[in-house]
């Protein structure tokens, strides 16, 4: 489905970081490059890792290749080189809306909050957005909800190693989990924390 941005709300200058905190933790961050924007504090009462060492892409477990034009992120696993994140068709980043698109190992995916729903989930559309709505179960329809703000998710790759990815991220989200192995991600602003 198409959808109109209007004119002036593309946020025209993104700053993109990147932090090893152990071999096996990859941290990417894309925020507004001229603006500060809400993001979860990385301190305490919040959520926050408290490993504070940093170590060189060589070092990690991962391996992290950037592209400017097109815009790309591209995360491999540096023991059997597969792909597990690789950014694909529009990446939005506009004031208030951010959407982006990327290509996964496999449909093989779990997590996401506490669901009513099969443990694997299934192609469809699923909120991260709490309505409390009484005996609504979350089914990949959109318009309901699980019952927690969890914009994790553990992933099978196909290799048989798993992944975990963290989008710290509190505000509305929308996933939609494809057909083929590919997810695309909506968020009502923000900052975009990437967690491996």
Partial sequence: RSMQIPEGTYIEFLEISCAIHSPDHLNIIIRDGKRPRFEIPQKDPYPHSSNQQYLT???????????LDPFDIIV???????????????FIFTDLYIEFTF??????IYGLGSRISTLQFKPGTYSLFMIDRAGAVDTGQPGYN?????????????????????????????????????ITWKVTGGVLVFNF
């Fill in 57 to 67: 892409l060589q070092e990690s477990n991962f391996e992290l290749i950037t592209q």
């Fill in 76 to 90: 491999k696993r540096r023991t059997t080189q597969e792909i597990i994140f690789k950014l694909t068709d529009r």
């Fill in 103 to 108: 290509q996964t190992p496999t449909n093989e």
């Fill in 146 to 182: 699980g019952q927690g703000h969890h914009p994790m998710y553990l992933m099978k790759e196909k290799s048989g190693k798993y992944h975990t990815f963290l989008l710290r991220n509190v505000n509305f989200q929308e996933l939609i989990i494809r057909d083929e192995p590919k």
